[in-house]
């Protein structure tokens, strides 16, 4: 299953709602999670299965979806919200997506 | 606290081969999945290699089958990752990861340990 991220880039202001989109080739069947890299760290899981927040994560950041189309939600964007935000589907393999970078306009 | 710290990266002439090691704590071991992913150099992640808690089961993409092997010894709660015949595309960071223990995500990252494959 290849993913599709859009947009590649994004810029946004603090306080911000913010929506990341991450498109299946196949029914990914919401095993589906969100990942966030700040520059220089691991990849930190947000979300699980399309809408589970990991547990440390603000509330702030929510996913959605269904089939082949999933969204995370940044409810108010903030500072510390810059990074790079992947998808990844363990449907069928596991694949990532190509990445979404989010900065502060 | 869950710890995973991988050791032996470095720099690799192309056609030689290179083991990555991965000390776990914090968890019991042998109870969960587990999986390496790369980042190449300002790339997206690509999924490496997985492994069964037994170490019975291992799976892999095409772009690394034949010439990396997942490994682990429980007793030592460490994972492995040898990779030979590389190439210079396998340069990359190498993150060691544990899976949730139900489903296919990956909640635990270590902090990765850098491969360059250049003559």
């Known amino acids: 299953i290849q993913l599709t991220q859009s947009p590649s880039l994004l810029s946004a202001s603090v306080g911000d709602r913010v929506t990341l989109s991450c498109k299946g080739s196949?029914?990914?069947?919401?095993?589906l999670a969100w990942y966030q890299q700040k520059l220089g760290e691991a990849p930190k899981l947000l979300i699980y299965?399309?809408?589970s927040l990991q547990t440390g994560i603000p509330s702030r950041f929510s996913g959605s979806g269904s089939g082949t189309d999933y969204t995370l939600t940044i409810s108010s964007l903030q500072p510390e919200d810059v990074a790079t935000y992947f998808c990844?589907?363990?449907?069928?393999?596991?694949?990532f997506g190509s990445g979404t970078k989010l900065e502060i306009k | 606290e869950v710890q995973l710290v991988e050791s032996g990266g470095g720099l690799v002439q192309p056609g030689r081969s290179l083991k990555l090691s991965c000390a776990a704590s914090?968890?019991?071991?042998?109870?969960?999945?587990m999986a390496w992913v790369r980042q190449a150099p300002k790339k997206g992640l690509e999924w490496v290699a997985t492994i069964s808690t037994s170490g019975s089961r291992t799976y892999y993409p095409d772009s690394v089958k034949g010439r990396f092997t997942i490994s682990r010894d429980n007793a030592k709660s460490s994972l492995y990752l040898q990779m030979n015949s590389l190439k210079s595309e396998d340069t990359a960071t190498y993150y060691c990861a544990r899976r949730a223990y139900y489903d296919g995500y990956y909640p635990y990252w270590g902090q990765g340990v850098m491969v360059t494959v250049s003559s």
């Open positions: 990844y589907q363990y449907n069928n393999g596991l694949t």
């Open positions: 299965n399309t809408n």
């Open positions: 914090g968890f019991t071991f042998s109870n969960y999945y």
């Open positions: 196949q029914n990914i069947n919401n095993y």
